[in-house]
């Protein structure tokens, strides 16, 4: 069977399809004895090959499925949330085949959904909710007389809960399922439900005191209003003055946000975000615009008591986010700068009189999403090509985040969050010429700034110290070319204290170091300059970082500093010639890594030299230079230039290395050892330095991995014997998923569940 989805075609191979079949026809004769987890599997299985192929073309095949779920429903099985969730997945599934909506009724199945519409598993109750959901539209979509009555009868049953049932959680489920409904089949359903019977209970239960129920009314009436927009039945706009005035403040905030969340740019017209402005403004004391006196007093009683205060601010916070994410400037700038002002113990300005201060200080996830807003308004300024400029508050704003960083308790989360505010805002202080010593305020921000980020990278949590040496990285990635960028870095010594920090006792901090030495490195000025202050020369460097390769105890770090070294040799302007050897040397010696990541990275260093050599007309200028290449000096025929090419491959290691790497242990170390080895070949057949499969064997041993040298005859014999193209299609395979050993895999799952007399070791998958 053709077909480009390689998992399709795996699952409906004929010899695989037949071991499942079998498989799934045992599981119910032996139920009585097999574990649970192993019936789950079962299911599962039968729903993989279900979604790829139609299982009830024959009696036998029907019979699989019918013996199957009806074995699951058992009592025993069935009070497995697990066996539920396998089961409704299954049959929901199958519903795209002819004959399975019958069958689905026959196993009573619909009275099996509508009871696990508020199971206590949140996964058994998502499964439920949609299997109701196709079992819907599948009716409305089936246009046979016998099937013709289900959906509405459905339709009515889901009706029933809404305006009858007790259960909170059966009817939030049942909302959800009519959102889904909708959007598919709005129609059929407006022609089995009074509209305005409708929108009534939704109004009350808008109204109602659970939260999520709230919510998805809230939602829904989103998804009816766009579904029917000719509807005028229903005013969003009054449906949330009406709202704020009772004071359910929090429901009309959260229908302003599923406004904006789904962009119902035709209801908006600026309205939804005027809404979700007017409690932090509340908050906060700044008035932009007069409220209508009636809603703020609503607000102001909403907001009267500490939870409802940080519930309310938290969603206008989420609505401002979502309106920056979608590019738009919800005008809150000023308000985000005074709540992080009231959010902050070290506060000195004149919002300390504010009565809201004493709920929202030290709230750390209030002070969370006012940074994540203040980031995305930095980036919208930074993105900003209308020329409109920054606010006034900008430089304020910048100076509180500097002043509060040197807070000593401060929480590392923040630390981080405000780090991560920091980065654009420096970007946008030289974007707008502020870092001159015209504009006041900036080089005194500066120095505070560069103090702070000095105790930072000593701070005696790890977590700091790996958000600040980021941080310091990624502003000389992005700012080094500025002047003042640049002095600031070395007035401050954060190059040489970021170099420190290769050598903390954290693995983390040490993997970041890594990479943020490496952006150091990329500025001549800042690069030479540490080296000078620290007093070590660029081997001690190269050195130090192949040092943590070999002996680092932890994979973050040597990753990190294998990352370094390839980046440095690729832009061919740090690794001098004096110490190439041992950067070989240790290259070989990491290819026995236990960490496979870090192999891979091996690899990846060896490929960057292979493209360099076999690009290069002649040979690259760090071959002339090492000890075992000195014969490569001078000039090389043309007719051999090729050849010398791949000897100097085999004497850095890089040929043995390779070759090492395709007995790995780890599947995709194999893969990646293979492609390169293929093009390597390809290049030396191409080159006439073998040909085919008629080249006699060397009787040279094959060098181990310790060792550098490896002679060429050696190497062109052994890609010359091995098949790399089979190699590389067997390590291409997945090696997670069952459809690649299925029989051995199948037979033991079922040996392993009987009761045999002989103590046998069961296999363990």
């Known amino acids: 069977m053709s077909t480009t989805n390689h998992g399709a075609a795996t699952l409906t191979c004929p010899q695989l399809l037949i071991a499942q079949k079998r498989f799934l026809h045992q599981v119910p004769h032996t139920s009585s004895v097999l574990d649970t987890q192993v019936y789950v599997f079962a299911v599962r299985l039968m729903g993989q090959l279900v979604a790829n192929y139609d299982m009830l073309q024959t009696p036998e095949e029907k019979y699989i499925v019918t013996a199957c779920v009806q074995k699951a429903t058992e009592a025993e099985k069935w009070s497995e949330p697990s066996i539920r ?17 019958d069958l689905v009724i026959k196993l009573d199945a619909i009275h099996l959904a509508f009871e696990s519409l508020s199971d206590p598993s949140l996964f058994v109750t998502g499964s439920a909710q949609k299997l109701v959901t196709k079992l819907i539209i599948t009716s409305v979509t089936d246009h046979r007389q016998s099937t013709s009555e289900i959906h509405k009868s459905l339709i009515k049953q889901l009706w029933v809960v809404l305006r009858s049932s007790s259960d909170v959680a059966k009817k939030a489920t049942v909302l959800k399922i009519f959102q889904d409904l909708f959007h598919e089949i709005s129609n059929v ?21 659970s939260a999520v129920l709230s ?37 009309a905030l959260n229908l302003c946000r599923q406004l904006l969340l789904r962009e119902y740019q035709h209801l908006a017209d600026g309205w939804p975000q005027d809404f979700l402005r007017q409690p932090l403004i509340i908050v906060c004391g700044t008035f ?40 738009k400037d919800p005008c809150s700038f000023a308000a985000l700068h005074t709540l992080l002002q009231l959010t902050s113990q070290e506060c000195q300005c004149d919002v300390n009189h504010s009565q809201y201060r004493k709920f929202l200080l030290r709230q750390p996830k209030i002070q969370k999403a006012a940074l994540r807003c203040l980031h995305q308004y930095y980036q919208l300024y930074l993105n900003d090509e209308t020329g409109i400029g920054i606010p006034d508050a900008f430089v304020g704003s910048a ?25 654009p805002a420096i970007k946008l202080a030289i974007c707008h010429s502020l870092l001159s010593a015209e504009i006041q305020m900036w080089p005194e921000v500066l120095d505070l700034l560069g103090g702070t980020l000095q105790k930072r990278l000593c701070d005696m949590h790890w977590e700091t110290r790996d958000s600040t040496v980021e941080f310091v990285g990624k502003i000389c990635q992005s700012c080094a070319d500025d002047t003042t960028v ?61 040092t943590i390769i070999s002996t680092d105890t932890e994979g973050f ?11 440095w040799y690729k832009d061919g302007n740090q690794l001098h010639a004096q110490p190439i050897n041992d950067v070989y040397r240790t290259m070989v010696a990491a290819t026995k890594d236990f960490d496979w990541e870090v192999k891979l990275g091996v690899l990846t260093f060896w490929g960057n030299i292979i493209d360099q050599v076999l690009s290069n007309d002649t040979l690259p200028s760090y071959a002339i230079n090492l000890e075992t290449s000195k014969k490569f000096k001078g000039v090389v025929p043309e007719e051999k230039e090729f050849e010398t090419k791949v000897e100097m491959l085999c004497s850095i290691g890089c040929c043995q290395a390779l070759l090492f790497s395709v007995e790995d242990y780890e599947q995709s170390v194999r893969k990646k050892a293979c492609e390169l080895l293929t093009t390597l070949k390809a290049k030396c057949l191409d080159n006439g330095l073998i040909q085919g499969n008629s080249r006699s064997k060397s009787s040279d041993p094959l060098p181990t991995c310790g060792e550098i040298n490896m002679t060429t005859p050696i190497f062109l014999d052994s890609i010359q014997q091995l098949d790399l193209e089979a190699l590389l299609a067997e390590n291409s395979k997945s090696c997670d998923s069952y459809e690649n050993n299925p029989m051995d895999l199948l037979d033991d799952i079922l040996a392993s569940q009987r009761q045999d007399e002989e103590d046998n070791a069961i296999d363990c998958y």
């Open 557 to 567: 770090a040597r990753r990190a500093a294998l990352d370094l070294i390839t980046r």
């Open 189 to 209: 359903i407006l022609e089995e439900v009074n509209s305005l019977d409708f929108l009534q209970l939704l109004n009350k239960m808008i109204r109602c005191d």
């Open 215 to 251: 919510r998805e009314a809230a939602t829904l009436c989103l998804v009816y209003k766009r579904s029917n927009p000719a509807d005028s039945s229903l005013d969003l706009r009054s449906e949330v003055c009406n709202l704020m005035h009772s004071g359910h403040v929090h429901v």
């Open 288 to 327: 932009i615009n007069p409220l209508e006196s009636g809603q703020f007093a609503a607000i102001a009683k909403s907001i009267s008591k500490k939870s409802a205060c940080l519930e309310v601010t938290g969603i206008c916070l989420g609505g401002i986010e979502q309106l920056l994410q979608q590019g």
């Open 85 to 101: 969730n396998a089961v409704f997945t299954l049959l929901r599934l199958m519903l795209k085949y002819k004959g399975a909506l």
């Open 399 to 423: 100076q509180y985040l500097v002043d509060s960083l040197g807070c000593v308790d401060l929480d590392v989360t923040i630390v981080s969050e405000m780090l991560k505010c920091l980065l």
């Open 486 to 546: 640049n002095m600031w870095i070395r007035k401050h010594n954060l190059h040489t204290l970021s170099w420190e920090c290769v050598k903390d006792g954290e693995s983390y901090v040490r993997a970041g170091a890594l990479a943020t030495v490496g952006h150091l490195s990329r500025d001549t000025t800042i690069w030479e300059n540490m080296k000078i202050v620290k007093d070590i020369s660029q081997e001690d460097v190269v050195h130090h970082i192949l």
